[in-house]
């Protein structure tokens, strides 16, 4: 470097150990990212494989029991290893007490705990995977796992269970650190929304995760010890275990989708140079996502054996759970209305949300009117939706929050026109991966079928699912290619490369290990375009 | 919050006291309660006695009266009200099977 | 919220050794701990509360053959393991206004006593357990829960299968409670090595306070447990 580097969290200690016994939030949130990426080619491999058998309707490349172990992996390790912690642990981590002007999270020490349980129940899920995995669908419903498979479920469930309470400590960290740690001025109706939506998906983290954590143990409990609480045969309920499973596990969706929903609100603000439109809402309908999104669970169980009364509830209350996210998507579009437009990566990405969340969200009614389930459940079309949400949401509010604060975290900026580039094969390789499979699942394919030879027509779906999973998995190495590059070869980043709102841009790029320099004192609103982008560019009131 | 040396109060101690035994009081007249015949009510008692039990820890124990703020009291508030959801739907199934 | 007048936070005032660097003032800190303490026990009480849902649904679809099988357990160790847990979450609100007021001896008295009392409640809990090994009411192979009355149904036999529904869940409720205890006693070990070393004064005494506060969540947990499990149908 030719000149002499000022001191970053970065730079600040060298070697092994710094990193490994690091307190600092960023340098924790930089852990998570290399650990989650890991964890998501693992998941992406498995994915690959059982494109590749489903290329041809017979069952060919795996056998069957195998087959069952890759999409029991798939699931297990991109729901738990990548996409709940995903976002929080890194983007989060990095950015939550930057946005709130804080020095920190409210407990580092819990927090570098959090990645290290992270880390262990990851290890253990390699070790299940690899000394022959589990088999039973990432749901793993009893009684089928707690009875009948030979595969390692105890040691599938206790990975699972340590990655749980890493979720609980992290969500635990940015409750306290939101409610404590705002700088003066920073009231709750100035937080970025980015914010908001990091408060309600730790709500759910908190209070859901420890009813899949006692699920676990129970499931635990039955097969190591043979107690029987999901045993038919001793007049146990099945569909017991479903309610407390799934009582988590559908919360657990809207952990992976708020997150991704707060980066884009501040894509969307940035790059149409606006404030977001109906703040408030957007606040609210975060929390009322969280909360609603725990009334709604049995839509899982429909055709499972449950009560057809109970189902008519939760059907009628899984409409309700729409709105909040609806919500959003006007206020998003009000937004870009009369904006500034760019469209640089982030912005990308933050379209593709927008277009694609909206997809998977509304087939999520389809599928919960109960005509309409008892029809498509088991088929890809819940495949299609859940990806759709998952992956065409979820991963690309990701990606568009990596490229959005690439510069703040590594001080580097990447290639646009790679980043543009990549963007666009990432939705087109989505869509032709997953549409077909909407289509598919009408027609009637099942889910986690190795073999569709009775139905040999389904093939050229599937054929073009899996070219475009190809596609996709293009789109998604790019990235990590050009981000590796950008570090050693990448222009420096200036304070603020995107003139955004939001005081993460108020520091050097990349920050200083405790952030600010001085205590930020904030005066002005949040996303407050009008006067950064100010004619005469006075001097926006600033706390240095 | 934490109550930090208020010099202004007088002494917890015998609200203390005073609370234990009436949790002591509550346990034997539980042990009393599940003695009787009472028909249907004999659960409902039950934890109405366990609930005024705990409320009374929560209260005067751990110091939700008095002392601490609004947000104390919305965590725990917010637990319950999860607890219930969680006990609540999950019975909407259980309770009407019967009718299908 | 933090004082905008101590700006930077690190060297405004007298730098009290317990103050981490990341908060402003001690203020803050003992009120984020005291959050993450609560934050923490909403956890557990949905994570007990998975087991409550499990009690209730099939207590409610077997109360007959619960209540055979509830009327085996012994009532008098546990309205004493009751009355024992009262009696050590009084001595940890005395531990706590001890170490409030700078009454060291105090302190470590009812922070050894809690100790004393939370080791008894093991112990009778071991007794019990022994109790259920020796009658063959811990499910397994060796369960056995032949010709027992149904407590209201005269002529009646429990059924030995939810009978074994009821023990599965005993034991696990109970358990996972006595593995908290024994994390409790874990915890208040190092508060009273603290309070032996002297560490705790009337300005931070925060470990004191939110140890406090989840050993009695632990003790509220039993307070639902005891009527729960073992006096479901206890009348003639």
Redesign the interface.
Known sequence: MPQPERENYLNKHYGVWSWLLTTDHKRIALLYLISITFFFFIGGFFALLIRLELLTPAGDLVQADTYNKLFTMHGMVMVFFFLIPSIPAVLGNFLVPMMIGAKDLAFPRINLLSWYLYIIGGVMMLHCMLTGGVDTGWTFYAPFSTNFTNTKIVEAGLAIFVAGFSSILTGLNFVVTIHRMRAPGMTWSRLPLFIWAHYATSIIQLLGTPVIAVTIVLVAAERALHLGIFDPKLGGDPLLFQHLFWFYSHPAVYIMILPSMGVVTEIIACFSRKRIFGYSFVAFSSIAIAVFGFLVWAHHMFVAGMSVYAALVFSLLSYAVAVPSAIKVFNWTATLYKGSIRYDAPMLYAFGFIGLFTIGGLTGLFLSALGINVHVTDTYFVVAHFHYIMVGGAVMGYLGGMHFWWPKISGKLYPEGWARLAALIVFIGFNLTFFPQFLLGYMGMPRRYYDYSHMPEFQILNVLSTAGATVLGVGYLLPMLYFLWSMRYGKPAPDNPWNAAGLEWKTPSPPPTFNFDEEPVVTWEAYNYEELDAPNKEEVPVAR | MLIMSDHSKSSPLPTYFAVFIALLIGTGLTVYASGLDLGPFNAPIALAIASIKATLVALFFMHIKGASEKLTKLVVIAALFFLLLLLGLTMTDYATRAWS | ????ST???LHTEAHNPALL????EPQ?Q???A???M?????????????????Y???R???FGDFGAASKTLN?TLG?TN??VL??S??T???AV?AA??ARRTLLIGSLGITMILGLVFLGIKGVEYNDKFVEHHV???SFSFEKVPTPGHPGQYA?P??A??FF??Y??MTG?HALHMIIGLGIFLWLLIMACKGRFT?EWH?PV?IG??YW??V??IW??L???LY??????
Do not use: N
């Open positions: 919220m933090p004082d905008s700006a930077t936070g660097h990341h908060f402003a803050q003992r009120d984020a005291s959050l993450g609560w934050v923490f026990l909403a956890t557990e009480v949905m994570f007990f509360g998975g087991l409550f849902c499990a209730l649904v099939y409610l679809k077997y009532v309205a009751t009355a009262i009696c979450s009084l940890v609100v005395l206004w409030q007021s499910p397994g192979a059924d299968h939810h074994q529904l599965s869940l034991f696990v996972l009337p925060t306070e406090g506060l009695h969540f003790d509220i307070i639902y005891f009527p729960l006096l479901i149908d206890r009348h003639p």
